[in-house]
């Protein structure tokens, strides 16, 4: 299996942002990448594949962390499932 090609990005954040959120470099960091890969989840961007790869989670950890952002797992709109079903209106 090949290691997947990554590319480290530099952010430059002030301090004061580390100490709003009592959290390490480190624990920032992972904090950031979860957030933006929820984000761009819930706007269709990613495929929960490639949200979980961004935030460096299994898939199954993926769909778990969506419940604090109150993001569904489902990207689809009760009207598009419904028309999908056949229950056109």
């Known amino acids: 299996m090949a290691i997947p090609h ?5 952010l430059e954040i ?4 580390l100490a709003n959120f009592k959290q390490t470099a480190e624990e920032f960091t ?5 957030a933006a890969a929820v984000k761009w ?3 269709g961007l990613l495929s929960q ?3 979980a790869e961004i935030a460096g989670l299994c898939r199954e950890d993926f769909l778990m962390a969506l419940r604090p952002f109150a993001i569904s797992p ?4 009760a009207a598009e499932i419904l028309k ?3 229950y056109d209106s």
Do not use: D, N
Not at 6 to 10: A, G
Not at 14 to 17: K, V
């Open 41 to 43: 989840y819930e706007q």
């Open 14 to 17: 002030p301090i004061t942002a």
């Open 30 to 34: 992972q904090s950031l990448r979860l």
């Open 84 to 86: 999908e079903a056949g």
């Open 49 to 51: 594949e490639r949200a």
């Open 6 to 10: 990554k590319k480290t990005l530099v």
């Open 74 to 77: 489902f990207q689809y709109s």
